[in-house]
């Protein structure tokens, strides 16, 4: 009896049917693979604004320390014209949580909206008066 079935020593010879391309990945493409799934859109996000860390309130000005920067800024206003060159602190509230962060800009002060109470820096920035903690100029004195 003739058998039809292939020894084994015939089938370890055999070639594969179907061709066998791959081409090789950059390990860019590698690594997307083992990126994490993120199930819930936007989840990442919302846990990591929750951990951002902001100042706990906006901190009160002293009467002093409020005076003091009165003077300052009238001692400056009489100067406006010679566009002085200033450094601002200020308190920016945040728009998303409680708190803020203090802001630091400098910059020459270009002109003073009094409707607004706002003074506008070289660059553009506009800083409100109310929100400032800190004024300096070269000249100033305390």
Not at 10 to 32: G, K, S
Request: with cysteine; net charge negative; hydrophobic share 30%.
């Amino acid at each position: 009896m003739k058998s039809s079935a292939l020894t084994d020593e015939a089938l370890v010879n055999l070639e594969y049917p179907f061709p066998f391309i791959r081409r090789n990945l950059t390990r860019e493409q590698r690594a997307t693979q083992f990126k994490p799934f993120d199930a819930l859109e936007g989840y990442s996000e919302a846990v990591n604004e929750t951990f951002r860390e902001t100042a706990t309130e906006e901190p009160e000005l002293d009467d002093d320390t409020a005076q003091k920067l009165t003077r300052r800024f009238s001692f400056l206003l009489d100067r406006i014209s010679s566009h002085p060159q200033i450094s601002v602190i200020w308190f920016e509230p945040d728009r998303t949580k409680s708190g803020g962060s203090f802001k630091q800009a400098q910059g020459r002060l270009l002109k003073y909206d009094s409707n607004s109470r706002r003074i506008t820096l070289s660059g553009g920035q506009q800083i409100s008066l109310c929100t400032m903690f800190g004024i300096n100029c070269d000249f100033l004195e305390d």
